[in-house]
């Protein structure tokens, strides 16, 4: 069965998703709900920002320092 507009009826066909570093702009397109799986983000005042893999691998110290202490 086919849908009228050619197109897939499972949803299977995703509209690629932006992230931007929020540290250095570096942009990647996904078609995953997230970002890509070496980027990380963190939650500053409700807000996510994401960071791309150089950024993240740079900065990892820093990152770990913020985390609360029950992950250690």
């Known amino acids: 069965?086919?849908?009228?507009?050619?197109?897939?009826?499972?949803?299977s066909a995703?509209?690629?998703r932006r992230f931007v570093c929020?540290?250095?702009g570096?942009?990647?397109?996904?078609?995953t709900e997230g970002p890509p799986l070496t980027?990380?983000?963190s939650v500053e005042?409700?807000?996510r920002h994401y960071?791309?893999?150089?950024?993240?691998?740079?900065n990892l110290r820093s990152i770990e320092g913020r985390?609360?202490?029950d992950w250690w």
């Open 1 to 11: 069965m086919t849908s009228p507009s050619g197109g897939s009826d499972d949803g």
């Open 14 to 16: 995703t509209e690629p």
């Open 22 to 24: 929020a540290r250095c």
């Open 26 to 31: 570096t942009s990647a397109q996904v078609l």
């Open 39 to 41: 980027w990380t983000y």
């Open 45 to 47: 005042d409700g807000a």
């Open 51 to 58: 960071y791309c893999e150089t950024c993240s691998r740079e």
């Open 67 to 69: 985390l609360d202490s």
